[in-house]
């Protein structure tokens, strides 16, 4: 298993070789994946395009979470980012109180809640996966379904000791958007996003052992998603999101709006 998976990394030829493998569109839920890539970006950063391009091929590659996360500090330079929200902000610079670096910049990838590096830096990406997911990736199992009126998620118990707390979060986000951009550094382009961040909430916490909780669908009907993630995740005792432990996705065929996506 560990063999196929530093293959899958291109680690024999040099890394910054994942596979892109067919991620069918339709598919409700993927399989457990080898790391949480959540990207920050802006609207008014000329840099963030090509990092918002390499985010939509880890997506499809479907062997990660990516998340993207608009922050509204450039916003003063002349363009307000339409999908920015301050949560977004604020959750990065918690990363960066966290890391104790306070490295605040866009594009920002932050691998795993441990390691943040240029976002449209395949290789250093590829890196900091495999720094943080070892060799077998996330530790924990994670798998959300979908009732007919709720979301059911799945978590494993703890494969160790020194794993015994975390919170539970649910993302809700967009798959795709354009956004035709009119001024700033990026201005005259339409710029595309992908499964970008309406809003989050954490919804239990777990403590090291198998649980199973409902989340009811009008959470995500209310953010007009059509998308979601479930994070496990760490965090110190002043609420600083740490290490992300596990993870999924889904996304419904047709929307949140089905009686029953079985």
Known sequence: MAGAWLRRFGVATGLGML????????????????????????????????????????????????????????????????????????????????????????????????LAVVGSDKQAIDTAILATSGLFGLPVAVSVTMTSDALRVSIEGAPSDDIRTASVWLAAFDRYETVPVGRGENGGRTLSYHNVVRNMHRVAMWRGQAMSLDIPLSMLREAGADGCAILLQSEASSGVPGRVLGAATLIPRGGYALTSAR
Request: hydrophobic letters at 40%.
């Open 19 to 114: 596979s892109l493998g067919g991620w069918a569109a339709t598919a409700l839920a993927q399989s457990q994946p080898i790391a949480v890539l959540e990207l920050f970006t802006s609207q008014a950063c000329g840099s963030c395009p090509a990092a918002d391009a390499l985010l939509a091929r880890y997506i499809e590659s479907g062997e990660v979470v990516a998340l993207s996360f608009s922050v509204d500090y450039w916003d003063y330079l002349g363009w307000p980012d339409t999908l920015a929200r301050h949560e977004n902000t604020v959750r990065q610079k918690a990363y960066a109180d966290g890391r104790g670096d306070m490295q605040l910049y866009t594009p920002q990838m932050v691998v795993n809640g441990e």
